[in-house]
């Protein structure tokens, strides 16, 4: 519950707060809305390739594992400043390898909790999702304005520059702490 509560926040609140992210790295608003539906489209067919290859090889917890791996240094990327295109890959990467992480999480939540459960399993994934979608979204808004404050007030002129870089470092935390939690996911024999 936690990873899905992570992930589908990270996801709900990069797609929420892109478009202001790269406008305020000074790249014109289409080109953030490019880049958000790109984040998106390339995580629809993240959804349809990554889980093939999980049930193919049998290998639920080395997908998730390998995904939060490079979702972390995409989000550690995604905290400098760039240019548009790196910012654009970026997106496309993260898209991929974020939505991709879900049907995978609900397969191993099904093997895990065997037939009878999976109902109630699924349930319980998809309310934290939601929950974590609300919650990050608004984190993420309050550490944008915090950043501000901050920047202000101790005179940091990178935080007034970049606004952006405290809450998406914050973004990067939720990476590790999901990385941390997945060593422990346990595979269920088959």
């Known amino acids: 519950m936690i990873l899905f509560l992570i992930g589908v926040g ?3 609140a990069l797609a929420q707060w892109n478009e202001s992210i790269l406008y305020s790295r ?3 608003t289409l080109y953030g809305d490019l880049a958000g539906i790109s984040m998106l489209i390339s995580g629809i067919i993240g959804m349809v390739v990554i889980p093939f290859i999980s049930d193919k090889y049998h290998m639920r917890k080395g997908i998730i594992l390998i995904n939060l791996s490079l979702l972390v240094l995409l989000f550690a990327l995604f905290s400098l ?8 890959v970026i997106s496309i990467g993260v898209g991929f390898l974020l939505l991709s992480l ?3 999480g609900l397969q191993l939540s099904l093997e895990t909790v065997g037939g009878e459960s999976a109902g109630i399993a699924a349930s319980l994934l998809w309310l934290a999702s ?7 979204i608004i984190v993420m808004s309050d550490l944008y304005y915090y950043s501000i404050t901050l920047g202000k007030a101790l005179k940091l002129y990178y935080l007034i520059y970049d606004p952006w870089f405290i809450p998406i470092i914050f973004i ?3 990476g590790i ?3 941390i939690f997945s060593a422990f996911l346990i595979e269920p024999k088959k």
């Open 10 to 12: 990270v996801f709900s």
């Open 26 to 28: 000074g790249i014109a």
């Open 81 to 88: 400043r760039t240019i548009y295109i790196i910012y654009l």
């Open 102 to 104: 879900a049907p995978v």
């Open 130 to 136: 939601q929950v974590g979608a609300f919650a990050i």
């Open 172 to 174: 990067v935390t939720l």
């Open 177 to 179: 702490i999901s990385l």
